[in-house]
């Protein structure tokens, strides 16, 4: 048996491969964490299919060969670009001038750029160090990417920072620590316990203090949730006290 490989490393959750949003940020950052998809754009004006209306749209593919046989059998397909995940970047707001950013970035990347630079511990510090500059910190970006309530944490191994989260304000001000998660039906929620909120029709409880908000948020202040990254879909997870071990639970949306 002979196994494929990939000049390129392959999409990280290929179930997510065509879901990420259209418009990212642009700009380098100079590393990356996670290769998202491949991405073909195809301008109907050279001669590809008009699918839009006229507009420009884009194929994804999970690797960049299929990517690559795509956009060379393709009238109107531009070369392969890559959608890529960076939890720290470095930006450069003007030419010479470098920032250490953290939060969570897609961007689009020339294939090419991916080459050795995958970000490993000390990178940022070093490349820092090689220019002479003096790391001062990181700088937390917050708005880099929309959040979405697809992103899948299993397969990031991680909670993402941009995952949405349903929760009550309690939990989202650092009030009271999270003792209940939902991953009922593929939706996380997560709350300083179920019983303390009034999820009933025109409840003026849940219209006030149930609100979507981002796992960074969460984890600010429950940094210990990252635990729970894995727990599967219609399950759910409690704790008596923050010290406490967690107990799991069958949590289907029987409602819906
Ligand atoms: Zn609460």
């Known amino acids: 048996m002979s196994a494929f490989v990939s000049k390129y490393p392959l999409a990280i959750d290929e179930n997510m491969v065509g879901e990420y949003p259209a418009l990212v940020k642009s ?10 998809e491949y991405r073909v754009w195809c301008h109907p004006e050279r001669g590809a299919l008009d699918e839009y209306e006229g507009q420009d749209y884009y194929c994804a593919f999970s690797s ?11 009238a109107g397909a531009e070369h392969p670009l890559v959608l890529i995940r960076q939890s720290c970047w470095i930006n ?20 090419i750029w991916l080459n050795n ?40 191994k991680a909670f993402p920072q941009y995952l949405g989260v349903i929760a009550c304000s309690c ?36 219209e006030q203090n149930i609100q979507l908000t981002n796992m960074a948020q969460l984890l600010k202040y429950n940094p210990d949730l990252q635990i729970l990254y894995d ?16 107990q799991y639970f069958e ?3 029987v409602d819906q």
Request: with cysteine.
């Open 64 to 74: 960049y060969e299929d990517a690559q046989q795509f956009s060379e059998q393709t």
């Open 92 to 111: 450069e707001p003007q030419t010479g001038v470098f920032t250490a950013d953290r939060g969570e970035r897609l961007t689009e990347w020339q294939v």
């Open 117 to 156: 630079a995958k970000r490993q511990d000390g990178d940022i510090e070093n490349f820092f160090a090689k220019r002479g500059i003096a790391f001062t910190g990181y700088q937390e970006v917050m708005d880099a990417t929309p959040f979405t309530r697809d992103f899948n944490p299993q397969a990031y």
């Open 27 to 36: 700009g380098a950052g100079y590393f990356y964490d996670d290769v998202l």
């Open 251 to 253: 949590d289907c949306d």
């Open 231 to 246: 727990l599967p879909i219609d399950k759910g997870a409690y704790r008596d006290h923050v010290e406490s071990i967690w």
């Open 171 to 206: 939990v989202i001000d650092g009030k009271l620590p999270i003792r209940w998660v939902s991953h009922a039906g593929g939706d996380w929620q997560m709350y300083c316990h179920v019983d303390a909120h009034d999820f009933s029709e025109n409840s003026l409880d849940f």
